[in-house]
């Protein structure tokens, strides 16, 4: 079955750091684009950063960039976003996402993806 599971999410305080983890099973994650999505309540859905088959390139929403960053490991079938600086605008449930057709380049639109993880909580107190 092909799914994503993500983890790694938590209670941090203010400017404290976290790693999610956004593991595959039943597809090669390296031939696809990885995106990272964030819900708040009343909200909607947010992208939040991305990264693209192959060589990695990555992309970012302003809110995050200089505080976030996205990898991947390919030999674990995982990818991972390390954030850091956190606030508590960052509390959302974050979700991890497969875009179905490989691509060199990624955006953060989230119609763009096909198979989405059940979502970790992060919260950010203070």
């Known amino acids: 079955q092909v799914q994503l599971v993500e983890s790694g999410g938590g209670l941090v305080p203010s400017g404290g750091s976290l790693r999610l983890s956004c593991a595959a099973s039943g597809f090669t994650l390296d031939r696809h684009v990885i995106g990272w999505f964030r819900q708040a309540p009343g909200k909607e859905r947010e992208g939040v950063s991305c990264?693209?088959?192959?060589?990695?390139?990555?992309d970012y929403t302003s809110s995050v960039k200089g505080r976030f960053a996205i990898s991947r490991d390919n030999a674990k079938s995982t990818v991972y976003l390390e954030m850091n600086a956190l606030r508590a605008e960052d509390t959302a449930i974050y979700y991890c996402?497969?875009?179905?057709?490989?691509?060199?380049?990624?955006?953060?639109?989230?119609?763009?993806?096909?198979?989405w993880g059940q979502g970790t909580q992060v919260t950010v107190s203070s």
């Open positions: 996402a497969a875009k179905s057709a490989p691509s060199i380049k990624c955006t953060i639109h989230s119609r763009e993806f096909d198979v």
């Open positions: 990264i693209s088959s192959y060589a990695g390139n990555a």
